[in-house]
């Protein structure tokens, strides 16, 4: 095995077991170990001194390694290499990605994950909630990496082979019917264990049908994209799914509270407004939020593309709010138009707005009505005052005068108006920032603000309507 090999193992194995990386000091004492060199003859070409590998950070990683592989057996610098080629029938799928060791995924490829960043913290957090609740709702606008992430997680963990008997990825962003999808579950999990399948007919036997594999086995299902089940115009509907999707509604319903020991993970780009009440009964379920990436794992993707003006570079991070698609995308165009120069990219203080991302957008603008009028204008308004204006954020308090200034014939309360703000926030459209007098003001993303700006310069606006309620 190449070391960079065995340290990506360990490093996985550590993760599953403690639910943190390997640090830089205990990789260099598993180099040594692996490659039978001396601390001294290592720490002249690292910057660690051969005290502090040798007393400090050895005998803990020691002790951790023995829980993990020893099997019994201490785990020592001389005992490391013996003891890993022992395990290499085990380990073999986090060495090869053509071996299996009976964790194979079901229903689909995983995402490729050979350039991840950073995420510590979320991969631990979300490796709690799999563990713990029935259904987990990854939420965040796209390509900021929420596929990556639970993907991330089911590589660490298949090779650990802990929490999960059976790992299912399933994309719906075809948007399958519910007795559709149900069928391609049921038809996965029968394959998995060489079953013959008897498919009932009515979509509620499939559903049961389901739910008992979920309390026979210990499933990890991936649903992949969503929101595409999120069919409802949030205008008229009171379901999100629609009349043709509502049945999702109760199926998600029924897999956080009947009594199972699986766990469902949605990815969406949009949030789960039944699922959140659910939550918030104390049922086992979780939406979790995933932000842009900061610090030096976004630096790390534009040191990987090879960007100059490094002393730019968080100035990039920070218009593309750390998303890691939109960041490699324009980095690709700095590249090929710029001669990868950040600081000339700057200079013209435009923003480019990715595909995926502006497909997003033309989903909820211009689609059936994933946003509400009201939030529609909120955004417009931002988008022009923001422009107009020499300032970076508009005050909570001078966009309720302006939405109160409205035709009596609206009715726009400052409940509907604070229910549509966190709307938009939880779909990552808009920034509320605090002064230090904690007075609220808002802001719109540079890649938000531009696509409205466009928007509307086309000719697309929305006039509000009236509003259901007066209170």
């Known amino acids: 095995m190449d070391v960079k090999q065995v340290i990506k ?21 598993i180099e040594a170990a692996w490659l039978d060199l001396d601390y001294k003859e290592i720490a002249e070409n690292v910057p660690c001194n051969f005290d ?41 799928s986090a060495i090869s990605d053509e071996a299996s060791t009976g964790l194979a995924v079901i229903g689909g490829h995983l995402p490729n994950v050979s350039k991840f960043y950073g995420r510590t913290p979320e991969m631990a957090m979300l490796k709690e909630l799999v563990t713990q609740e029935r259904c987990v709702a990854l939420i965040g606008q796209p390509g900021i990496g929420k596929s990556a992430l639970i993907a991330k997680l089911i590589e660490v963990m298949r090779v650990a082979s802990i929490e ?41 036997d499939r559903a049961l049908m389901f739910f008992k594999q979920l309390e026979l086995r210990r499933c990890l299902v991936v649903l992949d994209s969503t929101e595409a089940l999120l069919q409802g115009d949030r205008n008229t ?50 939406s979790m939020k995933v932000e842009g990436l900061v610090g030096k794992e976004a630096l790390l993707i534009l040191k990987n593309k090879g960007l100059a003006d490094e002393d730019e570079w968080g100035d990039l991070v920070e218009i593309y ?3 890691p698609l939109s960041l490699e995308m324009v980095s690709q165009r700095i590249k090929k138009f710029f001669g990868g120069s950040v600081k000339e990219f700057l200079k013209y203080k435009t923003t480019l707005i990715t595909d995926i991302f502006q497909d997003n957008l033309d989903r909820m603008f211009k689609g059936n009505g994933r946003l509400t009028d009201l939030e529609k204008e909120i955004l417009t308004y931002l988008s022009e005052e923001l422009t107009i204006l020499p ?23 400052t409940t509907e108006i604070i229910e549509a703000l966190e709307s938009l926030d939880e779909r990552s459209l808009i920034e509320r920032k605090v002064s230090a007098e904690k007075e609220i003001f808002l802001t719109l993303q540079p890649q938000v603000r531009k696509y409205i700006s466009i928007y509307t310069s ?12 007066a209170a």
């Open 237 to 286: 509907d009171s379901s999100p799914y629609g009349n043709k999707y509502a049945d999702y509604e109760v199926f998600f319903r029924s897999i956080i509270e009947k009594q199972h020991q699986s766990c469902v993970v949605l990815t969406s780009r949009e949030p789960f407004i039944d699922i959140n009440r659910l939550e918030h009964k104390g049922q086992p379920a979780r």
């Open 458 to 469: 086309k000719g697309y606006r929305y006039g509000l309507k009236n509003s259901k309620s």
């Open 391 to 413: 300032v970076d954020s508009i005050s909570f308090n001078q966009l309720l005068n302006h939405l109160r200034e409205k035709p009596k014939e609206y009715l726009i309360t």
């Open 52 to 92: 502090f590998l040798q007393r400090r950070v050895a005998p803990k990683l020691w002790v951790l390694l023995t829980g993990i592989l020893g099997n019994g057996e201490k785990v020592t610098k001389k005992r490391l290499r013996r003891i890993l080629e022992e395990q290499m029938l085990d380990l073999r």
């Open 164 to 204: 999960f008997d059976s790992f299912i990825w399933k994309s719906v962003s075809y948007s399958p019917l519910l007795p559709e999808l149900l069928a391609d579950l049921l038809k996965l999990l029968a394959d998995s264990e060489n079953q013959k399948l008897d498919l009932p007919e009515s979509t509620q």
């Open 9 to 29: 193992v360990i490093d996985d194995l550590v993760f599953a077991k403690e639910g943190r990386w390997l640090e830089k000091a205990e990789k260099i004492v």
């Open 321 to 323: 709010r750390g998303n």
